[in-house]
């Protein structure tokens, strides 16, 4: 099985992965996406380690400010926080998979959809 995952990887290897791990809070998403990007990294490919929302960047900030209570936000505005957070990042996102560097993700859409999902949105 090892064997079959690691010729698969060889074979696309001009291009990087887009790997995206999803899952409740604590569920183990960090555990995992380290492993793989261990894994990954130990046959040689370029490969790193994403996490959204990406608190780094100017509306990062204004997300974890929501997260830890700082701020008062409506749902709709945190809904498009949420995504201009990871507008921020296509650029570089597109740049990193198109030069072979694999992006293991932890959290993207889908965290954003379930959330907007769970408040109504």
Same mark, same amino acid.
């Given at each position: 099985?090892t064997?079959r995952?690691?010729k *698969?990887v *060889? +074979? !696309? !290897?001009?291009?990087?992965?887009l790997i995206v791990l999803?899952g409740l809070? /604590?569920?183990? *998403?960090? #555990?995992?996406?380290?492993? =793989?990007?261990? &894994?990954?990294e130990?046959?040689? %490919?370029?490969?790193?380690?994403?996490r959204?929302?990406? /608190? @780094?960047?100017?509306v990062?900030q204004?997300i974890?400010?929501? +997260?830890? @209570?700082?701020t008062? =936000?409506?749902?709709?505005t945190i809904?498009l926080l %949420?995504s201009? @957070? /990871?507008?921020? *990042?296509? +650029?570089l996102m597109?740049d990193k =998979?198109k030069t072979g560097t694999?992006?293991?993700?932890?959290r &993207? #859409? %889908? #965290?954003?959809v379930a959330?907007?999902?769970?408040?109504g949105?």
């Amino acid at each position: 099985e090892t064997e079959r995952a690691e010729k *698969k990887v *060889k +074979l !696309s !290897s001009s291009r990087g992965a887009l790997i995206v791990l999803e899952g409740l809070d /604590r569920s183990g *998403k960090t #555990s995992q996406s380290t492993k =793989l990007l261990s &894994y990954i990294e130990g046959l040689g %490919y370029p490969a790193e380690l994403w996490r959204f929302p990406d /608190r @780094n960047t100017s509306v990062g900030q204004m997300i974890s400010s929501y +997260l830890s @209570n700082q701020t008062q =936000l409506d749902d709709q505005t945190i809904h498009l926080l %949420y995504s201009a @957070n /990871r507008w921020e *990042k296509r +650029l570089l996102m597109e740049d990193k =998979l198109k030069t072979g560097t694999t992006l293991i993700v932890d959290r &993207y #859409s %889908y #965290s954003g959809v379930a959330f907007s999902s769970a408040k109504g949105l």
